[in-house]
C-alpha cells in the first residue's frame, strides 16, 4: 500500500557525484509516521549492504566505506530520503535501494522496499 520511488542512479566517471532521492506514498495520503530511513546497496556478486541511515531526529550511520563521502538527509514533510554521493570509487557501483520503517503499519507492514536505482561508476 506504501510505494517508494527511486531516482538519480546513472553512469558517472570515478571521482564524479551522483544524488539518489526516495519518497514514498500512497493512493490515499502523502505523509506518513516513518522511524527509519536507510539506503542499501547490492554490487555484483555481493550481498546487500546497509549503506547509510537516519532516524526521525536526525542521528546517521554510515557503512565504513563510504564515511567522509556519503551524506543522507530527510524530508519529513516530504516522505523523501536522499544520498548524496561524492568522490565515486569503482567499488560503489551497485543497485541501490531504499527502504523506510514506518512508526504505524500500513497494511500489516512496517518496512518498505524502493525498486533499485542502478549506479555504474567507469574507471
Known amino acids: 500500500q506504501v510505494q517508494l520511488v527511486e531516482s538519480g542512479g546513472g553512469l558517472v566517471q570515478a571521482g564524479g557525484s551522483l544524488r539518489l532521492s526516495c519518497t514514498a506514498s500512497?493512493?490515499?495520503?502523502?505523509?506518513?509516521?516513518?522511524?527509519?530511513m536507510g539506503w542499501y546497496r547490492q554490487g555484483p556478486e555481493k550481498q546487500r549492504e546497509l549503506v547509510a541511515s537516519i532516524t526521525r531526529g536526525g542521528n546517521t550511520n554510515y557503512a565504513d566505506s563510504v564515511k567522509g563521502r556519503f551524506t543522507i538527509s530527510r524530508d519529513n514533510v516530504e516522505n523523501t530520503v536522499y544520498l548524496q554521493m561524492n568522490s565515486l570509487k569503482p567499488e560503489d557501483t551497485a543497485v541501490y535501494y531504499c527502504n523506510f520503517l514506518l512508526a504505524i503499519a500500513v497494511a500489516g507492514r512496517y518496512g518498505y522496499w524502493g525498486q533499485g536505482t542502478q549506479v555504474t561508476v567507469s574507471s
Open positions: 500512497t493512493a490515499s495520503r502523502n505523509i506518513f509516521s516513518i522511524n527509519v
